[in-house]
């Protein structure tokens, strides 16, 4: 049998992908198999042992559709639900099944406040898609796999940082899931511990205004290394403090303590960190009781609808420095 799973972004959305992937090789008998996913996600997948072969989407789905008709696929697990997986399921002819998304749900939460989600988290949807093949959760949590050859020196690092430092995640997809500068600078004085800053290449104003503030704590790494270096600073850190994006799944798939900050969004949105089933390791959701505005948004926006962003203004830094600390520890 030879399914063709489907993702096409973003970082985290593909991590949380992984234990339906892993499920499905362990679960059924000789399965083959194959993911898509954009060619900007390739590092994220191209190590991982339970996928046989890894496809890739440029700028050109027709050429893509063309390619996978080449092979002859059984099924095709839909874990994206847009016009462009339509478009492939229509293509192909095979049979599908797509996970429930819950876009009316979550627009109801967001925008109404009445939250009508079953108590699931997105990977228990993931893998409630294979329900067909009688596949079900192993309760090991996310996967991360580096591409084979790959190493990442740790030397690479300042010698300040090489035992022991906090990872600090800044950047995110929209503006109101993002913690003012003058806030994680408050936090990086009160942790006193050495720490570095992951982010992209559209974060590097934001880091670099945060670096010079503590040049002798902060080594600032934001646009310096791809995706895959990132995930290796990660996997060194002692603790992950993150908005709401990519790597913080990243992080909870290397079994790291991690502190979330939420802005926009929120965990009953059921995309917080997720571990195995067993895990002791510690994690803390920050998020400012008691606002009725919040969550205002399914993914984020580029502003404050209320004008007043308290889900970040407010965020109470002494508490997440306390978490930091101890979590250090661990």
């Known amino acids: ?14 991590v949380l992908t992984t234990p339906a992937v892993r499920c499905a090789k362990n679960q059924i008998p000789g399965v083959e198999i194959h993911f ?8 994220l997948l191209i190590g991982n042992p339970y996928i046989h072969h890894c496809h890739f989407l440029e700028n050109n789905i027709d050429e893509t559709i063309t390619a996978l008709k080449e092979i002859p696929f059984n099924y095709i697990i839909d874990l994206h639900q847009n016009i462009r997986t339509w478009k492939i399921k229509k293509a192909l002819g095979v049979p599908a099944f797509s996970y429930k998304k819950l876009s009316l749900q979550k627009w109801l939460l967001a925008k109404l406040h009445i939250n009508l989600l079953p108590k ?8 409630d898609t294979l329900q067909h093949f009688k596949v079900v959760n192993d309760g090991k949590g996310l996967d991360y796999f580096f591409p084979k050859d790959y190493s990442f020196k740790a030397a690479n690092l300042p010698t300040s940082h090489l035992a022991g430092f906090v990872a600090f995640v800044i950047g995110a997809s929209y503006l109101n899931k ?14 006193k511990k050495p720490i570095v800053l992951i982010g992209g290449k559209e974060d590097i104003s934001f880091a670099n205004e945060l670096a010079s503030a503590l040049p ?8 310096k290394y ?17 908005h709401d994006t990519g790597f913080l799944h990243v992080a909870a798939a290397f079994n790291k303590p991690t502190i979330t900050i939420w802005g926009a969004t ?13 895990a002791k390791t510690p994690r803390y959701n920050s998020i400012v009781p ?10 984020g926006e580029n502003k404050c609808p209320q004008g007043h962003f308290a889900c970040m203004q407010l965020q109470n830094i002494n508490i997440i420095t306390s978490k930091a600390n101890e979590f250090y520890k661990y």
Not at 185 to 190: D, G, P, V
Not at 226 to 242: G, T
Not at 290 to 299: A, E, I, T, Y
């Open 266 to 278: 929120s965990p009953a949105l059921q995309f917080e960190a997720y571990y195995s089933v067993d």
């Open 216 to 223: 002798d704590f902060i080594y600032n790494a934001a646009g």
């Open 178 to 191: 993002k913690m003012p500068v003058q806030k994680w600078i408050e936090l990086a004085k009160q942790i």
């Open 36 to 43: 898509l996913t954009k060619l900007s996600m390739k590092d």
């Open 120 to 127: 699931t988290h997105v990977c228990d949807r993931y893998i």
């Open 290 to 299: 008691n606002l009725n505005c919040q969550p205002c948004s399914k993914q």
């Open 226 to 242: 791809d995706l895959k270096e990132s995930a290796s600073i990660i996997q060194m850190a002692q603790v992950v403090v993150s």
């Open 1 to 14: 049998m030879r399914l063709l799973f489907i993702r096409f972004s973003s970082i985290g959305d593909i």
